[in-house]
Antibody, heavy 116, light 111 residues
Framework: QVQLQESGPGLVKPSETLSLTCTVS????????WTWIRQPPGKGLEWIGD???????NYNPSLKSRVTILVDMSKNQISLKVRSVTAADTAVYFC??????????WGQGTLVTVSS | QSVLTQPPSLSGAPGQRVTISCTGS?????????VHWYQQLPGTAPKLLIY???NRPSGVPDRFSGSKSGTSASLAIAGLQAEDEAYYYC???????????FGSGTKVTVL
């Protein structure tokens, strides 16, 4: 079955760029939408944005100016970049597949802490 | 704050029934977008519990059921078990945001 795995640095300095990768195994990313979600410690879930396998994107307006999501078909990967990070960007970041509006499955998530 | 509103916490004794509400608006649940529910156990990723308002993925016990009416949806857990202690989130699509929205989350405690 399809599995997703997030990877990237666990610590990022304020004002720098957070970069994460989501590697999809067990199925091709072709034909689907893929999304990034984050969850600050002890808080709820926030949608960051999504991308179709063709490369078209849609972002949360609250983050749009700082976020880029890309797809790499050759590696079966989705990537996320968040620029000019602050402590408010500290969160567990999840990637997930979108199926008719529902998110399934999810990756296990990766904690990114913004601190100097 | 979250676009969809859920009660922060609910509790029940083993065997009891609990119902979690999810209240939205005319731009999401009320606009006929489907509602989906996720269960998040401590330290793990959310897991799809109910999709398309009332459908259970393979492997989800039939103790879990979902419904939707107007601008609200509900998740019911019948015959509460200790393993059901978790956070539960509703999720839908919002036409104003042009993206996905989540509920604020409900912590279910089994007494």
């Amino acid at each position: 079955q399809v599995q997703l795995q997030e990877s990237g640095p666990g610590l990022v300095k304020p004002s720098e760029t957070l970069s994460l990768t989501c590697t999809v195994s067990g199925d091709s990313i072709s034909g689907y939408y893929w999304t990034w979600i984050r969850q600050p410690p002890g808080k709820g879930l926030e949608w960051i944005g999504d991308i179709y396998y063709s490369g078209s994107t849609n972002y949360n307006p609250s983050l749009k100016s700082r976020v880029t999501i890309l797809v790499d078909m050759s590696k079966n990967q989705i990537s996320l970049k968040v620029r000019s990070v602050t402590a408010a960007d500290t969160a567990v970041y999840f990637c997930a597949r979108v199926l008719q509006g529902r998110l399934d499955p999810w990756g296990q998530g990766t904690l990114v802490t913004v601190s100097s | 704050q979250s676009v969809l509103t859920q009660p922060p916490s609910l509790s029940g004794a083993p065997g009891q029934r609990v119902t979690i509400s999810c209240t939205g608006s005319s731009s999401n649940i009320g606009a006929a977008y489907d509602v989906h529910w996720y269960q998040q156990l401590p330290g793990t990723a959310p897991k799809l519990l109910i999709y398309g308002n009332s459908n259970r993925p393979s492997g989800v016990p039939d103790r879990f059921s979902g419904s939707k009416s107007g601008t609200s949806a509900s998740l019911a857990i019948a015959g509460l078990q200790a393993e059901d202690e978790a956070y539960y989130y509703c999720q839908s699509f919002d036409s104003r945001l042009s993206g996905y929205v989540f509920g604020s989350g409900t912590k279910v405690t089994v007494l």
